[in-house]
Nanobody, 127 residues
Framework: QVLLVESGGGLVQAGGSLRLSCTASIGTFGSYAVAWFRQAPGKEREFVAHIAWGWSDSRRDYADPVKGRFTISRDNARNSVDLQMNSLEADDTAVYYC??????????????????WGQGTQVTVSS
């Protein structure tokens, strides 16, 4: 069983930045594809960013609303995947979840493709 713990959420003004971290309970996190999803109040959970399993130069994919503002990265030495969020907007307010799949190569970036989930961390952007 893989436990994922998100951290780094909080309250920030529009235009500000936050850095989220997803830390895994296992020492081989590099063998997991990892994604960030988010769920705003009254909305369905949506894909934010994905990084392929491997090293720090693994392929990355982003949802259109966050391209150019968010960066996903991995640090296998820390067993973590981070999400750097810049130029935050009110619409970024949501609970952010990380998800992982062992040697995953998702055909689509949807919830069903990932086996392990964290409990989420709240991000609130004030306008």
């Amino acid at each position: 069983q893989v436990l994922l713990v998100e951290s780094g959420g909080g309250l920030v003004q529009a235009g500000g930045s936050l850095r989220l971290s997803c830390t895994a309970s296992i020492g081989t996190f590099g063998s997991y594809a990892v994604a960030w999803f988010r769920q705003a109040p009254g909305k369905e959970r949506e894909f934010v960013a994905h990084i392929a399993w491997g090293w720090s130069d693994s392929r990355r994919d982003y949802a259109d609303p966050v391209k150019g503002r968010f960066t996903i990265s991995r640090d296998n030495a820390r067993n973590s995947v981070d999400l750097q969020m810049n130029s935050l907007e009110a619409d970024d307010t949501a609970v952010y979840y990380c998800a992982a799949k062992h040697y995953g190569v998702p055909g689509r970036f949807v919830e069903e493709e990932y086996d392990y989930w964290g409990q989420g961390t709240q991000v609130t952007v004030s306008s």
